[in-house]
């Protein structure tokens, strides 16, 4: 029994160190910085989108090796947030919107799939990306990327091959591991 005890509390302490661990690790991968510390396309791409009073938040977020600025800020009193790279690409917007803001068939799919939750905030985001098309093996495929380098998905198409998301002409509403981010 004693035995057992102390291997479940040497379990117990790798589990919360490595807890510990992931969570520094989180926060060295994000830094609130000010507006002056922005690189300076990105600090021209923002200022023009929200006055420098608006802002509530900057944050540098480095994944990967791939920085990401997320700003935070109010237009006439509306909660907004946009991403921005360091050489001034918009890559994502966010503008909070009231409930009855949302489409019907959004509404209706949200409550289909989850029965008895309520709403609590909803926005509207835009995610800006190029959907570029190559060839491989002589195959066409239609390639979505953004403007720090990661790919959103991939589709067959052009040649009649099956689409993402798509057999036989049918929407599946299936999403690739890469589309669930």
């Known amino acids: 029994m004693n035995l057992r005890f102390n291997s479940l509390a040497a379990l117990s302490l790798v589990c919360i160190a490595g807890l510990g661990i992931a969570a520094a690790a989180r926060m060295d991968n994000e830094t609130e910085i000010k507006l002056a510390d922005l690189p300076e396309a990105a600090r021209a791409v923002v200022t023009k989108a929200a006055p420098a009073s608006s802002i509530k ?60 939750a309520t709403m609590k905030d909803a926005n509207i985001v835009v995610k800006t990306f190029y959907e570029v098309t190559v060839v491989i093996d002589g195959k066409m495929r239609e390639v979505k990327v953004d403007a720090v380098g990661n790919i959103e998905n991939e589709s067959a198409g052009k040649d009649g091959d099956e689409k993402d998301g798509e057999k036989d002409g049918e929407q599946t509403g299936k999403k690739k591991d890469s589309d669930k981010k």
């Open 57 to 116: 938040k900057i944050v540098k977020e480095t994944d990967e090796g791939v920085t990401v600025y997320e700003i935070e800020f109010t237009d006439a009193g509306v909660e907004c947030s946009m991403d921005v790279s360091p050489t001034g690409d918009v890559l994502a917007t966010e503008r909070s919107v009231g409930q009855d803001k949302l489409p019907a068939p959004a509404v209706a799919a949200l409550k289909l799939e989850f029965p008895g």
